[in-house]
T-cell receptor, first 116, second 115 residues
Framework: AQSVTQLDSHVSVSEGTPVLLRCNYS??????LFWYVQHPNKGLQLLLK??????LVKGINGFEAEFKKSETSFHLTKPSAHMSDAAEYFC??????????????FGRGTQLTVWP | ETGVTQSPTHLIKTRGQQVTLRCSSQ?????VSWYQQALGQGPQFIFQ???????GRGNFPPRFSGLQFPNYSSELNVNALELDDSALYLC??????????????FGSGTRLTVV
């Protein structure tokens, strides 16, 4: 079974400081992992995805995530936060590659607040 | 290319009524999934359609049903609405099945309120 745990429900940073959003996963298979962002009253936007290629994944808007199998982690980072980064972030694992179904399993989300 | 579009954006229904939500998948995508996002929660998988067939279902009762049409657009129907059905309903599309290697494109959702 696949699942993810987002370790922080809220993270607050000052503009220009680094962002770290933590995620641990559980998967019976080599996982496909994603980070999605949701701005207020908007749908979900894909930030980045890991599908067993390079362990350091670069996404949009300066975000990146590192897949660490030994730690079962997939933390999201950004060197310098912008006000526009304030949103809800979801760590997601999918059904394994080659299965008949591609369900996504979402964490509970991390609300990122960016202070000026 | 167009993204995923959902209609309506907001809806208010009375307990016991029925509702139909609609989704147009992204051009070139043949798989549509529906998710329910309750307030303060992550989205939960309802079901998935691939080439007009339901090929997977989450832990939702049979009063949640769906359709996929030949153009790969989709509907979510909910009968006998309950207060707990109040949520944001998200539609997502992708190409093919099997682990979503391409990632899903999500619509902006339909906010359903049951009173």
């Amino acid at each position: 079974a696949q699942s993810v745990t987002q370790l922080d429900s809220h993270v607050s940073v000052s503009e220009g400081t680094p962002v770290l959003l933590r995620c641990n996963y559980s998967s019976s298979y080599s996982p496909s992992l994603f980070w999605y962002v949701q701005h207020p009253n908007k749908g979900l936007q894909l930030l980045l995805k890991y599908t067993s290629a390079a362990t350091l994944v670069k996404g949009i808007n300066g975000f990146e995530a590192e897949f660490k199998k030994s730690e079962t982690s997939f933390h999201l980072t950004k060197p310098s936060a912008h006000m526009s980064d304030a949103a809800e972030y979801f760590c997601v694992v999918s059904d394994p590659w080659g299965s008949t179904l591609g369900r996504l399993y979402f964490g509970r989300g991390t609300q990122l607040t960016v202070w000026p | 290319e167009t993204g995923v579009t959902q209609s309506p954006t907001h809806l208010i229904k009375t307990r016991g009524q029925q509702v139909t939500l609609r989704c147009s998948s992204q051009s070139g995508h043949n798989t549509v999934s529906w998710y329910q996002q309750a307030l303060g929660q992550g989205p939960q998988f309802i079901f998935q359609y691939y080439r007009e067939e339901e090929n997977g279902r989450g832990n939702f009762p049979p009063r949640f049903s769906g359709l996929q049409f030949p153009n790969y657009s989709s509907e979510l129907n909910v009968n006998a609405l309950e207060l707990d059905d109040s949520a944001l309903y998200l539609c997502a599309s992708t190409q093919g099945t099997g682990g979503a290697p391409y990632g899903y494109t999500f619509g902006s959702g339909t906010r359903l309120t049951v009173v």
